[in-house]
């Protein structure tokens, strides 16, 4: 089955910087690529997803790139912000014919903005 | 505004005790997903279901079952708790076509 790795566990970063979080995941039929961010006492809500026909997405602040070829994605956080600390689970899913949809997620990665 | 709830934040019950999670969505979505979450360990499936009556296991089943009796609820059963069940536990529901996946707020069950 789909295994994803999440790289850093921690991350701690000054205001104003970038933050990157890298995933890599094992299955090649994986074609949906979620991020989720968890605050404090809250379930995860999306923040970004991409699919495998694009390779970057960007939203404001926040980018997600993917390497299909070496099954690596990525999140990219500009101008960090104080509320931009968080959890931040990666995940992948392979939407196939018949509904089966599983989606697997990374272990996460505590995101710390210093002021 | 609420999208899936979860019967209970706060749970604490006996080891032997049998123990259910209720978890209830109002977007008519077919995918429901029942996860554990532990320290340094992320989120890992229990068990989904992609239609009614219909469930697969997820990476972690064992000492687990689900019921899905109708499209928006999903009930996660805990046959006999056991200490080492004692976790937040996380329900999500999701449409069709990998679109966006809701979470409840979590139960925190602790199992003494």
């Known amino acids: 089955g789909e295994n994803v790795e999440q790289h850093p566990s921690t991350l701690s970063v000054q205001e104003g910087d970038s933050a990157v979080i890298k995933c890599t995941y094992s299955?090649?039929?994986?074609?949906?690529f979620p991020w989720y961010k968890q605050e404090l006492g809250k379930g995860p809500q999306l923040i970004i997803d991409i699919r495998s026909n694009v390779g970057e997405k960007k939203d404001q602040r926040i980018a997600v790139t993917l390497n299909k070829t070496a099954k690596h994605f990525s999140l990219h956080i500009t101008e960090t912000q104080p509320e931009d600390s968080a959890v931040y689970f990666c995940?992948?899913?392979?939407?196939?014919?018949?509904?089966?949809?599983?989606?697997?997620f990374g272990k996460g990665t505590k995101l710390t903005v210093n002021p | 505004d609420v999208k899936v709830t979860q019967s209970s934040r706060y749970l604490v019950k006996r080891t032997g005790e049998k123990v259910f999670l209720e978890c209830v969505q109002d977007m008519d979505h077919e995918n429901m997903f029942w996860y554990r979450q532990d320290p340094g360990l992320g989120l890992r499936l229990i068990y989904f279901?992609?239609?009614?009556?219909?469930?697969e296991k997820g990476d972690i089943p064992e000492g687990y079952s689900v019921s899905r009796e109708k499209k928006e609820r999903f009930s996660l059963i805990l046959e006999s708790a056991s200490t080492n069940q004692t976790s937040m536990y996380l329900c999500a529901a999701a449409g069709i076509g990998n679109t966006e996946a809701f979470f409840g707020q979590g139960t925190r069950l602790t199992v003494v």
């Open positions: 299955d090649s039929a994986s074609n949906y």
């Open positions: 995940a992948a899913s392979n939407f196939a014919q018949g509904g089966s949809e599983k989606l697997v």
């Open positions: 279901s992609y239609d009614v009556k219909m469930k």
